[in-house]
């Protein structure tokens, strides 16, 4: 797992545990805990920005409509991972819609004031923020550039080596990712089609570069995903 990669993911799991209301006395009772059913919207675009989020089940997908309607999906988000943080920067309304992906998606909201309060307190937490909102919006900027100049099997083994650096499980020789994607979900963060992920991925399992189910994905050798 690469550094860069390696921090952004623990100090985003981190965070979770620091920051969740129910776990910080004295402001626990004004930040009640909020269920979603699947397809239900956190937020949307123009909403005013007055939250940062955690997810305490389930998994919220962030997103933004193009100009012709069609859906760009930015992130998958999943347990114990925080969302709407550009709040932090000054973000005035929502530039991203969140939605629910899962039957019952349970999240923390905390007030954008209450967020600053403790960052105030706290320079090792808002140095922490500070940081995931970088790797973030750099993240952004890889994928973005990736949409426009890379072919389609790129973007979806860039993807897989992304996830294993964030996410992965060394096991021996090999790299575990447990997976709570589906191909759908791939082709949407990779802007390709459901059919041209499952093609890829099944050629590089035929390979025995991977292999993978309904719950993980297990790279054989990172060497040769490429």
Known sequence: MSEPTQLWYFENVDLFNILCPHKIKGIEDDH????????????????ASH???????GRVKIGS???DGKESVKAILSKGEIFGELALTGEDKRLDFAQAMDSETIVCPMT???MKTLMANNKPLSFKMMKLIGLRLRKTERRLESLVFKDARTRIVEFLRDEANEKGKKIGFEMMIPSHLT???IAALTGTSRQTVTTILNELRE???INFDRRKILIRDMELLA
Do not use: S
């Open 51 to 57: 939250y940062i989020y955690m997810i305490a089940e």
């Open 207 to 209: 390979k025995n570069i």
């Open 32 to 47: 009640p805990m909020t269920k979603f059913k699947k397809d239900e919207f956190v937020y949307f675009p123009e909403e």
């Open 65 to 67: 409509y193009l100009e």
């Open 112 to 114: 954008l004031g209450d």
């Open 183 to 185: 191909h759908k979900d």
